[in-house]
């Protein structure tokens, strides 16, 4: 399988290092790379970890819906201006740029989150937060399908 799953946590040093986890790093070498880009997640405070092959192919689909309203442009520069490629070490540790650390608000110990194509790096409570609000939206969305078919 070549999904990021689950939930991991791991401990941020000082200098901004942290191991991705060995689930994580499995799947890297399934795809065929070590390379990552990180960006914030633009609405979340949450650092996007993508193989960089896969981010190489959304960033060519990834379109605006309306260009006349959102210039791709502004697209452009928000995928790729705040983007960081990185590569781990052998003992699969990347250096976190202080940038995206603040965004995410993180401190000594980070969550990882696969989102399938892709992962993210969380502060905890953060991440538990956001995965309970994910839960109850699709729990709703779910119960007003079935009720509607009833």
Known sequence: MTLFLGTHHNRLDKKGRVSIPAPFRSILEKLGTQDLVLKPHPLDPSVECWPQTAFEQFS??????????????????ALFSFAEGLRPDVEGRVVLPAGLVAHAGLTDTVSFAGVGT?????APGNLAERQRAAFEKEKARLQALRDRQA
């Open 118 to 122: 892709h992962f993210q790096i969380w």
């Open 60 to 77: 060519v689909t990834a379109t605006p819906d309306n260009p006349l309203e959102d210039p791709r442009d502004d697209l452009m520069m």
